[in-house]
């Protein structure tokens, strides 16, 4: 009773602190995991055996080739010559950029794909002569709902793929079509929000047509390589069914190909492109959450929420959508999407492995477009909106939260029906 007590309050209360972003998350999930272990809540053995090694590798091996990829240039140029397709409109350069956010999210990750494009989004912007924060919220509420279409575009998703065993071409199958049905109504309600503060006069315009994209690309030869490699490496990840390999071991060894292809002398370099913090942060949470079940705390709440919704499925996968969806919307939903994982796996026991499909693509779909509800939702939100305070354009709390939030509520409805008409009919 004392393991149970202690390991319910240090969860919670490390919870609590992480999504609050009171103390770094990373600091606090390493604390809570030598807690666990400190403790007697979980042992050594049992708590390194807890972590997810597909998920960290396949983490590891993406950072290092998009680390690697964004020295070629290659993203600014999409940015820049797409924003020149359009003449300069700003009205479709809110829409395309959204757009091109969401597929390179749902190809790289969305985190990285803001990193490397907001800066851009904001220089083409202010030439414009307009507040870049439009366009920042736009994008980043886009790279949530394209990194939900595959396995990599979204840590929760990652940690779902190698919990439930589905692959990249499982999330492409079954997410992807809602995200292109999402991706339209994303474009029809930012055409709405902003298309009324969008106007510019045909010299500002003029400004866009004469920005150099060919200028951006600073390393043609490494350009070539990252394409290959990368096209290599997502060409791999839909042939798993055929190779057996997993996403992990693939992310690798493309990373390895790539630093072997330009210059592995500077290996040292390359593995400076890990975000260690975010790394560190999945192992320490998965060795908490590891210790939840061990105390039996898992499987009670699994035993209570299928009491609550009598194991029917259908109520149980629409439920997990806005329940998921709220929550993630006010908690990171990197530990909420671990603190389910084992949940619905014990769902998974008491209904069926196949019984149980449509509950884990609920959860993927609340736990990402859960996170375009508040400026706290995602980790792309946090970033996004850094790097824009940064260069002096803030957007608060309740900024981004006024949009946020219609774009969540109105992308979980149509979500709720697709699940409906796709799985429980």
Same mark, same amino acid.
């Given at each position: ?5 202690i ?11 992480i ?22 809540i ?38 820049i ?7 300069? =409109?700003?009205?479709?350069?809110? *829409? ?24 851009v ?5 202010v ?8 366009y ?10 394209g990194?939900m279409?595959?396995?990599?575009g =979204?840590?929760p ?10 692959? /990249?071409?499982? /999330? ?36 866009i047509m004469?920005? =150099? ?9 490494l ?6 490699v ?9 042939l ?6 997993e996403?992990s ?5 493309g ?31 998965f ?24 194991g ?19 908690l ?21 492995? *196949? ?21 706290i ?21 309740? =900024?981004?939260?006024r ?17 409906y ?5």
């Amino acid at each position: 009773m004392f393991h149970l007590v202690i390991g319910v309050v240090f969860f919670v209360l490390l919870f609590v602190l992480i999504s609050l972003e009171v103390v770094n998350k990373t600091i606090l999930a390493i604390l809570g995991a030598v807690l666990f272990i400190a403790t007697g809540i979980i042992n050594e053995h049992a708590a390194y055996a807890e972590i997810d090694w597909n998920v960290i590798f396949l983490l590891i091996g993406m950072m290092v080739i998009v680390g690697i990829t964004k020295g070629s240039g290659l993203f600014q140029y999409i940015a820049i010559k797409s924003a020149k397709i359009v003449n300069g =409109d700003p009205v479709k350069i809110l *829409i395309l950029f959204s757009l091109i956010t969401a597929l390179l999210s749902a190809l790289l990750d969305n985190v990285t794909t803001v990193l490397i494009l907001t800066p851009v989004i904001i220089l083409i912007s202010v030439e414009m002569g307009l507040s870049p924060v439009p366009y920042i919220i736009s994008s980043t509420l886009a790279s949530n709902i394209g990194g939900m279409a595959t396995l990599i575009g =979204d840590p929760p998703n990652i940690m779902i793929g190698s919990a439930a065993r589905l692959g /990249f071409h499982d /999330f492409l199958i079954n997410l992807g079509p809602l995200v292109l049905i999402l991706l339209v109504v994303h474009s029809l309600t930012i055409y709405l929000l902003f298309s009324n503060k969008l106007n510019v006069s045909m010299e500002r315009r003029a400004r866009i047509m004469e920005f =150099d994209e060919n200028a951006s690309i600073s390393d043609k030869a490494l350009l070539i390589k990252s394409l290959a490699v990368m096209a290599l490496v997502l060409i791999m990840f839909l042939l798993h069914g055929v190779t057996g390999l997993e996403p992990s071991t693939i992310a690798l060894g493309g990373a390895a190909l790539l630093m072997l292809l330009v210059g592995g002398e500077e290996v040292e370099e390359f593995f400076h492109e890990v975000e260690w913090s975010t790394i560190f942060f999945f192992i320490g949470l998965f060795i908490m959450v590891g210790g939840l079940v061990e105390l039996g705390v898992i499987n009670y709440l699994a035993v209570k929420y299928l009491q609550l919704t009598k194991g029917n499925v259908l109520l149980t996968a629409e439920s997990i959508i806005w329940v998921s969806g709220f929550l993630s919307a006010f908690l990171d939903n990197i530990p909420y999407v671990a603190t389910m994982i084992p949940l619905v796996e014990n769902l998974g026991e008491h209904i069926g492995q *196949i019984a149980v499909q449509p509950v884990w693509w609920s959860l993927a779909i609340g736990a990402c477009l859960g996170g375009n509800g508040t400026l706290i939702g995602a980790s792309a939100n946090v970033v996004s909106a850094g790097i824009s305070s940064r260069s002096g354009y803030k957007i608060s709390f309740m =900024d981004f939260t006024r949009y946020g939030m219609i774009s969540m509520i109105s992308t979980l409805l149509v979500s709720s029906f697709y699940v409906y008409l796709r799985y429980l009919i």
